[in-house]
């Protein structure tokens, strides 16, 4: 035998525990300390104002491009690069989108380390 | 050729896959990879498990077919996970889940609840699933000229015998890898295919006009049944070499005939359906249907896209393998710029594929447009060479997100409804794949698009609200969510049997039944808050919400300084937890 092969270090017990079925007993969540659930209420409130305005910048997007392109037929016949700007207007979120999620990303973050201070 | 394009792909998928074999003692390491996966491997993963043949093949083929709205298809699912990085991927991480239904009994503490949720996971499954395997089969008959079967089985086997030996960690080394070459293989040949149309194309690329005679001798090869509708005296030629001519009327093409039309010949209508390039084809709003309501026909596939995204199991499923919340976030902010990039090419495919093979669209074989396009720009050595580089590229779509719905599906049975150990879970992948292999076979007439976006609409009015609920609202019961998943699945599953058995009706409506994430979204999220709102949610729901926003910056409490957890350490109380999250209503 070589000496690098793998050995199984489990214990039996262990290695029974997982091959036998799980049993389901009625289950709750962990509770959570206070000290814990102080600072999660004000993790939770830094991030649902961050969220509300993040997805309602996307709705105004998703929302009012096409209300936009329904209102100005006119894009059809602009053309930048002989392309109509109304073509070029359906590509246009994804720079949008890239930006809004950096964004977002970044807020979401920061709230965390505000709220949670290194120790 | 097609032996050297997917030969390649299958054998590099099962080598990978093998690399990630490694030793897997729990459930969790084959569910989830151990939860070891960083951000940027994640997220290139969760690109390429998302680009199914839907997005590789798919979008060029509406573009053809509905006009340059389709392109709304990717702006929505991209928009998905926008919402999802802000609404739903860190939480739902720390809540320590390892699939949705999991996270629900997490959150929820009922085990019925998780029942539910695990038959949702298999119906969007079902439907995901079938049309990926159904499109192997059928590229790679058209391609190579196979038996349907054959690309059926080779796609399923690929990925049953993958995930049976390496489960998640494989997958994600897969995805992560056939997103990088499925990028390259749409970027370069698009490119090839600008350069090489030359400008007389491109010129009429940007200046669509609509198809109404045969520019040239055009063979049409019907695998289905057609009816069509000449308006006047049409010019064939059958597959014996003679002309003759079509007489006006309505002329039932049989299933698996070739029809060559003669130049200059009247191109014929296809009932519920309007040529390449006619009025409203070139407006950037999607007219679901021809029902003259492009502003709603454009909103509901965005809702059903987004929204869906947010709910589709096999992504959340790849969310739960980032090492935290933190990594889980930086997961969807990345799959958003890889997704970007991908998505700016299917319009200049589906443009093109419009001047060059507009006539796909009489034999309903628009999904092949991507494939077909090459070889109608160089009659030469270039044109196989890059057909053999997308037909291999899209059988990397097709693998990649099976791979990712297959150990949903089998994650959902053997890990939910029945749960067992891992030799359990390797069997029923390779049990799955059978079952699916069995659905997909006679599967062959059903638009994949169509069934796609249906597993979207089921996963946005299902999952979508279940889990935005209950991450951002404490007063969520069981009975509320029970409640609402059931809505949600019987409205989607409802409009989808209307769409399918009951009369066809006109306008609005039937955008709404034929797409009815805009209300059946809103219904469900609906009945959740009412029913909720009757109940009474249990007194620790407060601190189940609130542990999924706790970062793991810190280590727990309890660990620093005293022994919290000890029983005479008074603050330690329920009450004094349920104190604080009183002021959640505040």
Request: a positive charge; zero cysteines; aromatic letters at 4%.
């Given at each position: 035998m070589s000496p690098h092969r793998r050995q199984v270090v489990t214990s039996p017990q262990t290695r029974l525990a997982h091959a036998r079925r799980r049993h389901r007993t009625s289950w709750r969540p962990p509770a959570l300390d206070p000290a814990d659930a102080r600072r999660a209420l004000a993790v939770y409130k830094a991030q649902r104002v961050r969220a509300v305005s993040a997805v309602a910048a996307l709705l105004v997007l998703m929302v009012g491009l096409p209300l936009l392109l329904r209102a100005y037929p006119g894009l059809d016949d602009v053309r930048l690069l002989g392309i109509p700007v109304s073509w070029l207007a359906l590509l246009a979120p994804y720079p949008a989108m890239v930006a809004l999620s950096w964004w977002q990303l970044r807020r979401a973050e920061k709230a965390e380390e505000t709220a949670e201070p290194d120790p | 050729m097609i032996v050297f394009a997917v030969v390649p792909v299958v054998l590099v998928t099962l080598l990978i896959g093998l690399r990630g074999v490694a030793a897997m003692r729990t459930t969790s390491d084959f569910l989830i990879a151990s939860r070891r996966v960083s951000p940027l491997l994640n997220s290139a993963a969760v690109s390429g498990e998302y680009l199914s043949a839907a997005s590789f093949l798919g979008v060029a083929g509406l573009v053809v077919k509905d006009g340059i709205g389709a392109l709304w298809y990717p702006v929505g699912f991209t928009a998905g996970y926008v919402a999802m990085l802000a609404l739903v991927a860190a939480p739902m991480r720390r809540s320590g889940a390892v699939t949705v239904p999991d996270f629900a009994e997490a959150r929820l503490a009922s085990t019925s609840l998780r029942r539910l949720a695990a038959v949702v996971v298999l119906v969007i499954g079902g439907l995901y699933l079938v049309p990926q395997f159904r499109t192997a089969g059928l590229v790679l008959s058209a391609?190579?000229?196979?038996?349907?079967w054959v690309g059926v089985v080779i796609a399923a086997f690929a990925a049953a015998m993958t995930l049976a030996l390496g489960g998640m960690r494989a997958a994600t080394y897969v995805q992560a890898f056939q997103f990088v070459f499925k990028l390259v293989l749409f970027i370069i040949p698009a490119i090839w295919l600008l350069i090489a149309v030359g400008p007389q194309v491109r010129h009429e690329a940007v200046h669509p006009v609509e198809f109404t005679h045969f520019a040239r001798d055009t063979p049409v090869a019907f695998e289905l049944e057609v009816t069509l509708e000449l308006d006047e005296p049409t010019s064939v030629r059958t597959a014996d070499g003679s002309m003759s001519v079509l007489p006006p009327g309505e002329f039932a093409v049989p299933q698996g005939t070739t029809i060559v039309f003669a130049d200059g010949a009247p191109v014929p209508g296809v009932r519920g359906g309007s040529p390449p390039g006619a009025e409203g084809w070139q407006r950037p709003l999607l007219d679901l249907r021809d029902a003259g309501y492009p502003l709603l026909g454009t909103l509901a596939v965005l809702v059903a896209t987004m929204l869906g995204t947010m709910g589709l199991p096999h992504v959340l499923m790849r969310f739960h393998?980032?090492?935290?919340g933190r990594a889980a976030r930086r997961t969807a902010a990345l799959t958003v710029a890889l997704l970007s990039v991908f998505y700016l090419f299917p319009g200049i495919y589906g443009t093109l594929a419009k001047v060059l093979v507009p006539q796909l669209y009489l034999s309903g074989a628009t999904d092949t447009a991507v494939v077909a396009l090459p070889s109608q720009v160089d009659a030469g050595p270039w044109g196989p060479v890059f057909t053999g580089l997308l037909t291999a590229g899209a059988f990397a779509a097709f693998l990649a997100t099976s791979l990712g719905l297959l150990l949903v599906v089998a994650g959902a049975i053997?890990?939910?409804?029945l749960p067992g150990g891992l030799a359990r879970l390797r069997f029923t992948v390779i049990g799955a794949a059978a079952v699916v292999v069995l659905l997909a076979?006679?599967?062959?007439?059903?638009?994949a698009g169509v069934l796609v976006t249906w597993g979207f609409t089921v996963a946005a009015s299902t999952f979508c609200p279940l889990l935005v609920l209950g991450i951002w609202w404490s007063r969520l019961t069981v009975a509320g969510a029970f409640a609402g998943v059931s809505a949600g699945l019987l409205a989607s599953a409802g409009a989808i049997a209307a769409t399918l058995f009951a009369p066809p009706v006109d306008g609005w409506l039937s955008i709404l039944i034929a797409q009815p994430a805009p209300w059946s979204v809103p219904l469900a999220f609906a009945t959740m808050v009412v029913v909720s709102l009757f109940g009474r949610p249990p007194a620790w729901s407060g601190a189940a919400m609130l542990r999924l926003h706790?970062?793991?910056?810190?280590?727990?409490?309890?660990?620093?300084?005293?022994?919290?957890?000890?029983?005479?350490?008074?603050?330690?109380?329920?009450s004094a937890v349920r104190r604080i999250t009183r002021r959640l209503d505040r």
């Open positions: - | 391609v190579g000229g196979s038996p349907y393998t980032s090492p935290n053997s890990h939910d409804l076979l006679p599967s062959a007439r059903i638009d706790l970062g793991e910056r810190h280590a727990p409490s309890a660990h620093r300084g005293r022994d919290l957890g000890h029983s005479s350490w008074s603050a330690r109380r329920s």
